[in-house]
């Protein structure tokens, strides 16, 4: 499968995970895991071998960290920035601010991540994956009453994408399905990276 456009419209077997506890201002290297998640078509058949990556958490107020070796999903997003960036090696940050400029939240998680960025740090680009993605973007990827998708980042192959996923509701599994835990993915975008020196004058930035 060439991932992630091949995904849309498929199922997944699996959960996000909605976020640990809030952390006041740090840098976060250990709130990740590994997942090995089964793909199923229209029919909810099982396609192609499992999909792999490493899910990176979000964190309200902190800043979350890993290496960029391999495909990595980053937690739900609305109106965080995912930075690309190199520091002995690639890595992916997820910047976990609150919904606006002001919040102490907010405030905290851009003072951590403007620290960590303040040595050796190279190449520094990054993007709002909620930001990419149009209101119609969700609606087309619900399913009658159910709940708005989540928005996440997917960074594989040196790009990175918006996603939706949306939560498959029980009354639509057949009998032999009730138990499995599926999101249908809706939208991919690759999304254009800005660069660091751009992203810190917006208004989401700005000091």
């Known amino acids: 499968m060439a991932m992630p456009y091949d995904l849309v419209g498929r199922y997944i077997e699996y959960s996000v995970d909605m976020g640990g506890n809030k952390a006041n201002g740090q840098v976060l290297i250990n709130r990740t895991s590994n997942a090995s998640v089964n793909v199923y078509n229209n029919g909810l058949v099982r396609t192609g071998p499992p999909w792999t990556f490493t899910y990176l958490k979000y964190v309200l107020g902190a800043v979350t960290i890993c290496p960029l070796t391999g495909p990595v999903m980053t937690g739900p997003l609305s109106g965080c920035y995912i930075f690309r960036y190199n520091q002995n090696g690639p890595k992916l940050a997820h910047v976990g601010t609150a919904h606006t400029p002001a919040d102490e939240s907010t405030?905290?998680?851009k003072s951590a991540w403007r620290e960590l960025i303040a040595n050796n740090t190279t190449n520094i680009t990054g993007s709002s994956p909620f930001n990419c993605l149009t209101t119609k973007d969700f609606t087309d990827s619900m399913f009658d009453?159910?709940?708005?998708?989540?928005?996440?980042?997917?960074?594989?192959?040196?790009q990175g994408y918006a996603m939706t996923l949306t939560t498959v509701p029980s009354t639509m599994l057949p009998s032999g399905k009730k138990g499995l835990k599926l999101l249908r993915v809706g939208v991919v975008k690759r999304m254009a990276m800005q660069s660091w020196a751009q992203i810190q004058n917006m208004p989401k930035f700005r000091e």
């Open 107 to 109: 405030v905290q998680a």
């Open 145 to 158: 009453g159910s709940r708005v998708p989540v928005c996440v980042g997917y960074y594989a192959g040196g």
